[in-house]
């Protein structure tokens, strides 16, 4: 059956260390996988793309790496600080890209 | 420019009644979603359409319905409501971009639906 899966349902680390969230698939072969930021009672906003074809994408202190042997995707976020405290979400396209399936996300919070 | 816009934001049903979450878009986005979330669970999809006119079932349509009549708006109704379907809903729309590969989904605040 298909599935995704985030690493863990909520992950605590110190402001300035890294933290990295991880996002596993299976039975799906997405051309694309995105994260997503959500903060309590908002929608998802949107972070980073990356393609199957790509290896990594950065964006500022955000990290993305996209291994599609592994079927897995890593999120990092560098020189954590509290603000980044936020439930984070994998999305990979389906129905040929007209669609997109979430993972349950993971719940980061970085202690001061 | 108001992005995803989803009215109401907060309802009570009582179990049998019927209701029509309302979602609209200003950036002429062809792709538009509803989907559930609830704890523990992620964001499922409820229904999905990919330009006017059209609409296509997701994860879990059952006790919905959907429809798309114009390009920006996207209703939601539930003909029954049923206390399973207590949860927040979110509308999110999307557009293509290079290649015809959809792109990043732009969501709405989320409707907070009680049934009761």
């Known amino acids: 059956s298909q599935k995704i899966e985030q690493n863990s349902e909520a992950l605590n680390i110190q402001e300035g260390k890294t933290a990295t969230l991880t996002c596993n698939y299976t039975?799906?072969?997405?051309?694309?996988l995105q994260w997503y930021r959500q903060d309590p009672g908002r929608g998802p906003v949107f972070l980073l793309l990356?393609?199957?074809?790509?290896k990594e994408k950065r964006k500022e202190r955000l990290k993305v790496t996209f291994d599609t042997t592994l079927k897995q995707s890593l999120f990092h976020i560098t020189a954590s600080q509290p603000a980044d405290s936020a439930t984070y979400l994998c999305?990979?396209?389906?129905?040929?890209?007209?669609?997109?399936?979430f993972g349950p996300g993971t719940r980061l919070s970085v202690l001061p | 420019n108001a992005g995803v816009t989803q009215t109401p934001k907060f309802r009570v049903l009582k179990t049998g009644q019927s209701m029509t979450l309302l979602c609209a878009q200003d950036?002429?986005?062809?792709?538009m979603y509803w989907y559930r979330q609830d704890p523990g669970m992620g964001l499922r999809l409820i229904h999905y359409?990919?330009?006017?006119?059209?609409?296509a079932k997701g994860e879990v349509p059952d006790g919905y319905n959907v429809s798309r009549l114009k390009k920006q708006n996207f209703l939601l109704g539930l003909e029954s409501a049923a206390p399973s379907q207590t949860s927040v809903y979110f509308c999110?729309?999307?557009?293509?971009?290079?290649?015809?590969?959809?792109?990043?989904?732009?969501f709405g605040q989320g409707t907070r639906l009680t049934v009761v």
């Open positions: 999110a729309s999307s557009q293509l971009g290079q290649g015809l590969m959809n792109t990043e989904a732009f």
């Open positions: 039975n799906y072969s997405p051309a694309y």
């Open positions: 990356i393609r199957e074809n790509e």
């Open positions: 999305a990979l396209d389906r129905d040929y890209g007209q669609n997109f399936v």
């Open positions: 950036m002429n986005h062809e792709y």
């Open positions: 359409s990919v330009g006017e006119g059209t609409t």
